[in-house]
């Protein structure tokens, strides 16, 4: 995960810096630092950064409020006070400023090293990156290779994560062909999914792979993953946000299963074959036979017997019986229906129910066979995204 504010003040405060305002805004991510003396300089600031101010070329106390909103505004994750001849005290104006923000505020006296402080600060950045690195490795490791937990596991304990736990992956797709920058409105999201603090142990993880961002929940159930996400897209400003949840797994060894639903899932709602809403495992229905079942084999089996023949016929005859038997499934065989979603006559509907029984040499109007015939539309369906 990436580096935060409350990183650095866990860090710090062997160095005497006390969090004086602003503590629900220490799940802030950092990336830098920077001294700030006057408020004209204030418009340098950098995103994300954590600003340090000593006071020395103020002109009046009224100044150090104006370096604080203007640094926030430009998206400063914290405002830290050097204390001593130049700032005897924080005004109140800057501390009510900070609380009200949940811009966290902090003071140090003055015998501490500015500079110090700042050195922590980016050693806490780049182990942070490392770490985020190597546990990037360790999950696409633990997706690409269960069988090979041995050179994972060891990792994943060193950093801070339990093999034991229960995992489940979600991918996140922003559905949005008119985006311009794809890359930085992913990364964008990926940082806004960094910034949700974690609740009660349960650790999020987001990587960008391909398209997608790859979220790993640890020690937090589907159920739990689905609301966190969705309380992340509620607050995003990311257009068309679709997403997807595999199965919750008994350990990070089953990671690969849970990745794969969630990218089956999220294929079939890209193709359109699924509804937008539905995002996890449990909420498929039959579709749960195409995407769960291991041996393909069996689906293909169903697949030559129940649709092939009729693909097959309409290459040759260039009919449609292949549209037609999609049209009498979703009508549950109820040809009046049928007849107006197809505008055609009810006759025209009997003669295609007899001509596909007599292709596929089966009784449309038997229950196992309209779920055979469910299954091979849904599996080639699949196939052809």
Not at 181 to 187: G, P, S, T, V, W
Not at 249 to 268: F, G, M, P
Not at 353 to 369: P, V
Request: glycine fraction near 4%; hydrophobic fraction near 40%; charge should be negative.
């Amino acid at each position: 995960m990436a580096a935060h504010v409350s990183d650095w003040y866990i860090d710090s405060k062997q160095q005497e810096v006390i969090l004086i305002a602003g503590k629900n805004g220490l799940n802030r991510e950092i990336s830098g630092a920077h001294m700030i003396e006057k408020p004209e300089l204030a418009n340098f600031t950098n995103k994300n950064e954590i600003i340090f101010i000593t006071g020395i070329a103020l002109a009046n106390e009224d100044e150090i409020a104006q370096i604080a909103s203007g640094c926030f505004s430009l998206g400063a994750s914290a405002f830290a006070v050097n204390t001593g001849p130049y700032i005897k005290e924080i005004p109140q104006s800057v501390i009510d400023f900070c609380n009200d923000n949940n811009f966290p505020l902090f003071s140090f006296p003055w015998h501490i090293n500015v500079e110090e402080l700042i050195k922590s600060l980016y050693s806490i950045i780049a182990e942070k990156e490392k770490n985020d690195d190597e546990a990037k490795d360790v999950f696409e490791n633990a997706i690409l290779y269960p069988e090979r937990s041995g050179m994972y596991e060891y990792k994943l304990r060193r950093l801070g994560f339990s093999p034991e736990w229960k995992y489940c992956v979600a991918l996140i797709h922003i559905d949005d062909k008119t985006v311009s920058d794809y890359c930085h409105a992913l990364n964008k999201l990926r940082s806004h999914i960094s910034d949700f603090p974690d609740l009660s142990g349960k650790y999020i993880y987001p990587y960008i792979s391909a398209q997608n961002i790859v979220v790993i929940f640890a020690n937090a159930s589907v159920n739990e993953a689905e609301n966190i996400i969705r309380s992340i897209i509620s607050k995003s400003d990311a257009p068309n946000i679709i997403f997807s949840i595999g199965r919750s797994t008994k350990s990070v060894r089953c990671l690969n299963k849970s990745y794969l639903l969630a990218e089956r899932i999220l294929d079939l709602k890209l193709s359109g074959s699924l509804p937008k809403n539905i995002v996890t495992y449990d909420e498929l229905g039959i579709y749960k036979i195409i995407i769960g079942l291991e041996n393909q084999d069996i689906l293909d089996q169903i697949n030559k017997e129940y649709f092939e023949p009729l693909a097959d016929y309409d290459r040759l005859c260039g009919t449609d019986y292949t549209n037609f038997i999609k049209i009498y499934l979703e009508c549950n065989g109820h040809i009046n229906d049928i007849a107006d979603k197809m505008f055609i006559h009810k006759n025209t509907v009997h003669y295609k129910i007899r001509k596909i029984e007599e292709i596929l040499d089966c009784d449309l109007s038997l229950y196992e066979i309209k779920m055979y015939l469910m299954i091979a539309v849904m599996n080639h369906e699949l196939k052809q995204r």
